[in-house]
């Protein structure tokens, strides 16, 4: 088969180390003679892995002393939950700035006083609404800060005087972070650092234990911090994808090399959208994410959209179809996506150009 160039959303393209060194584990997991599949969480072989891999994310985002690193059930949509649980005693402000934003503030609405401080919904989120001032009477303030669907992005950390929780599913490791800025950062892994069926959460812990409410056991952000993620069964295999692809963003040169790999990407792919007369972006330039990159066909070749999906499919292209809310394409160029697969891209997109413009 020939090879694909997979922009995928999420589950989203791995290196392929990774999944070499998993499928080596799979079949013998650190030399024990028994597969990753069926060995027990309770061995110091497995604890050798939660350990190493708190410790790489704790080195690759520089994370400082009075935080911990959790991998929590659920994923991000029940990390939603846990934020608003763990956080909301009276009032939360959230930047309603995507789907995935409105759920967060949909689970908060549940626990207290959570309202949208500013949205960017009158133009379909294709855009970060800048005009806001964050309150100081809010127990936090809620951001997410990569819209995977829409393709906009807050590249910088804020300054906010009250606690700063920040979805990152779809742009954690894809550049340095201010970690202290943040009493937690959250995400699915499956964006940009793993499989589908484990996430991450950074917490602060000192920005914890405010809230008065009984919270469940297991959604009790204590509960996974004390028991180092594994007060239930962890998920070992996903855990162990994560694992590998941490160490690979290590061996490329860290998240830094990550963050200029991938403005790089986006640079070229945007660079040709803007030139090319047939496509056009969706996301206001200055807002524009270097991970996910959405454009509809020009006014005037609208009716050739499914047309160049099936020419890019012919191409080995992969996961081009933008989400239904925004229509036309959505190249997720995440850690693992090459520049030979954006130019790959470029390349196609001229050639429909030659043969339509
Ligand atoms: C995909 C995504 C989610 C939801 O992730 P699940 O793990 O499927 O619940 C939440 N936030 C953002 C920004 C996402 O991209």
């Given at each position: 088969?020939?090879?694909?160039h ?6 989203c ?5 990774a ?10 997991f ?13 061995t110091?072989e497995?604890?050798a ?24 059930p659920g ?6 939950l846990?934020?608003a ?5 009276k009032k939360?402000?959230?930047?309603e700035t995507?789907?995935?934003a409105?759920k ?12 949208a401080?500013?949205?960017?919904a009158?133009k ?5 609404p800048k ?10 303030f ?7 669907i829409y ?7 804020l300054d ?7 979805d990152?599913?779809?742009d ?5 972070v ?5 009493a ?7 964006k940009?650092?793993g ?13 914890l234990?405010k ?6 056991t297991?959604?009790?952000l204590h509960?996974h911090?004390?028991?180092l ?6 998920a ?5 994808v994560m ?8 061996d ?6 990550m963050?200029?790999?991938?403005e ?5 792919l945007y ?13 206001a330039?200055e ?11 020009a006014p005037g070749y609208?009716?050739l959209?499914?047309?160049f999906?099936a ?9 081009l ?12 160029i995440?850690n693992a ?5 954006v130019?790959a891209?470029?390349a196609c ?6 043969l339509?413009a």
């Amino acid at each position: 088969m020939s090879k694909k160039h997979v922009f995928n959303a999420g589950p989203c393209i791995l290196p392929q180390e990774a999944l070499d060194a998993t499928v080596d584990a799979i079949k013998d997991f650190a030399g024990t003679g028994v597969s990753l599949l069926c060995i027990s969480h309770r061995t110091k072989e497995w604890d050798a892995v939660m350990d190493e891999t708190r410790a790489l994310w704790k080195e690759l985002l520089n994370i400082p002393e009075g935080y911990e690193v959790v991998f929590l059930p659920g994923g991000a949509s029940m990390e939603f939950l846990f934020v608003a649980l763990n956080y909301l005693e009276k009032k939360a402000a959230y930047l309603e700035t995507g789907v995935w934003a409105k759920k967060a503030l949909k689970e908060a609405k549940a626990y207290g006083e959570a309202y949208a401080l500013a949205s960017s919904a009158d133009k379909n989120f294709s855009y970060i609404p800048k005009d806001f001032t964050i309150p100081t009477d809010v127990d936090y303030f809620h951001i997410t800060t990569n819209n995977t669907i829409y393709g906009t992005e807050i590249k910088k950390d804020l300054d906010s005087p009250v606690p700063l929780i920040a979805d990152m599913s779809s742009d954690i490791m894809s550049r340095p972070v201010d970690v202290s800025k943040y009493a937690m950062i959250y995400g699915g892994a499956q964006k940009n650092v793993g499989p589908a069926g484990c996430t991450f959460a950074i917490i602060k812990l000192d920005s914890l234990g405010k809230v008065s409410r009984y919270i469940p056991t297991m959604l009790d952000l204590h509960t996974h911090i004390d028991k180092l993620s594994m007060f239930n069964t962890p998920a070992v295999l996903p855990l162990y994808v994560m694992n590998r692809t941490l160490h690979w963003i290590k061996d490329q040169g860290g998240v830094a090399e990550m963050q200029r790999r991938n403005e790089k990407k986006a640079a070229t792919l945007y660079a040709e959208i803007d030139r090319n007369p047939l496509f056009v972006g969706t996301a206001a330039k200055e807002d524009r994410s270097i991970m996910n990159v959405c454009f509809v066909m020009a006014p005037g070749y609208e009716a050739l959209q499914d047309e160049f999906l099936a020419f890019a499919k012919e191409h080995d292209m992969v996961g081009l179809k933008g989400h239904r809310s925004v229509g036309g394409f959505r190249a997720s160029i995440y850690n693992a996506c090459t520049l030979e697969d954006v130019e790959a891209l470029v390349a196609c997109m001229q050639e429909f150009e030659k043969l339509h413009a």
